[in-house]
């Protein structure tokens, strides 16, 4: 079982920073592809960004493709996305999630989420 805890949302202007972490119970290490997913208001879930086990591979949404980066610390069985030059249309809940599968951002094939975290971004 894989406990899953996010933390690092907040509220911050058009072109601002953020970073999320996300505090995984359990050895995600070895097997777990993780990665961060994102719901707005009104909307559907939007897989953002993956990263493989050893953190080989990444993946992201076109949306985000230069402004965020997933990033892991197996030691510290921790997940992480740095966003930067952040948007108006960036605000949702942010999610963590992790399972044992080939990485990809299709939200429905993970079976572990975290409670989510709010980020808004004003104009």
């Known amino acids: 079982q894989v406990r899953l805890v996010e933390s690092g949302g907040g509220s911050v202007q058009a072109g601002g920073s953020l970073r999320l972490s996300c505090a995984a119970s359990?050895?995600?290490?070895?097997?777990?592809?993780m990665g961060w997913f994102r719901q707005a208001p009104g909307k559907g879930r939007e897989g953002v960004a993956t990263i493989s086990p050893r953190g080989s591979s990444t993946y992201y949404a076109d949306s985000v493709k230069g402004r965020f980066t997933v990033s892991r610390d197996n030691a510290e069985n921790t997940l992480y996305l740095q966003m930067n030059s952040l948007k108006p249309e960036d605000t949702a809940m942010y999610y963590c999630?992790?399972?044992?599968?080939?990485?990809?951002?299709?939200?429905?094939?993970?079976?572990?989420w975290g409670q989510g975290t709010q980020v808004t971004v004003s104009s």
């Open positions: 999630a992790a399972d044992q599968i080939p990485c990809g951002l299709v939200g429905g094939r993970y079976n572990y």
């Open positions: 359990g050895d995600t290490s070895s097997t777990y592809c």
